[in-house]
């Protein structure tokens, strides 16, 4: 049974009209929400969304991503394969971290103007990615809709700089609880921050913790999520709106005390 995932920034109603161009083609689909609630044109927060989830998902899944500020111009729109999982969506780097994480990378361009002669300059979601997407999920090959490249956007979501003292990064992602997740992955903070250790970010004390019911009702705490990135969160509260957070800033956090007997 074939399955097919959407992420999109497109809210409550337009996703169904993706859903009945994908059951149209491809009637056996098992089709799988991610998320609609990206925020609009917010390509980073897609590209992590899907990067969290998609490679969770079994092989010959074809995931139809689309952030798509771009639509209409003459941004390309791409077919990615990467560990047996396909990928649908914009040209604009969306796609890209998720299908790293997959496996070894091959890129095709869509064939749009052959393929879909009379297409809504807005809606490429309907009418372009969703057909796509249901055609690889049918059987079709990539060679059939599309032709090879080597050329795309690209986009990164671990962005770090980490010392002893202080670690450095942006803001990847804010969750539906408001916690901030960066990009500090988790691999760079080893032998550099432990659990009890004090941060500090923009005058605000923050503690490192290993999981959030070390931290006491209200604190603002540092700690690793299960994404493998670094996060910051209020316990039973919000920390983007304690902080002040929105979009994708850089941050620093520096250590202001820490538990080591050597320090």
Known sequence: MATITLTTDFGTLYPASMKAVILDICEEATIVDISHTIPQGDILSGAFALYNTAHLFPKRTVHVAVVDPGVGTLRKALILEAGGHYFVGPDNGLMIPAAHRCGKMKVWIIQVDKLFPEISPT???????????????????????????????????????????????????????????????????????????????EG????????????????????????????????????????????????????????????
């Open 123 to 201: 809606f490429h979601g309907r009418d372009v990615f969703a057909p796509v997407g249901a055609y690889l999920a049918s059987g079709k090959k990539p060679e059939e809709l599309a032709k090879p490249s080597d050329c795309y956007v690209c986009l990164h979501i671990e962005e770090a700089r980490v010392k002893v003292e202080s670690m450095r990064g942006k803001v990847n992602y804010v969750d539906d609880f408001g916690n901030i997740v960066t990009s500090i992955p988790a691999r760079l903070l080893h032998n550099i921050v432990e659990s009890g250790d004090i941060l500090e970010l």
């Open 204 to 263: 605000n004390e923050i503690r490192f913790v290993e999981t959030y019911a070390n931290a006491t009702p209200e604190e603002t705490v540092a700690l690793v999520g299960s994404h493998g990135f670094l996060e910051i969160a209020v316990s039973m509260g919000n920390a983007a709106e304690r902080l002040s957070i929105s979009g994708h800033p850089e941050i620093c956090l520096r250590k202001v005390t820490s538990t080591r007997n050597d320090e």
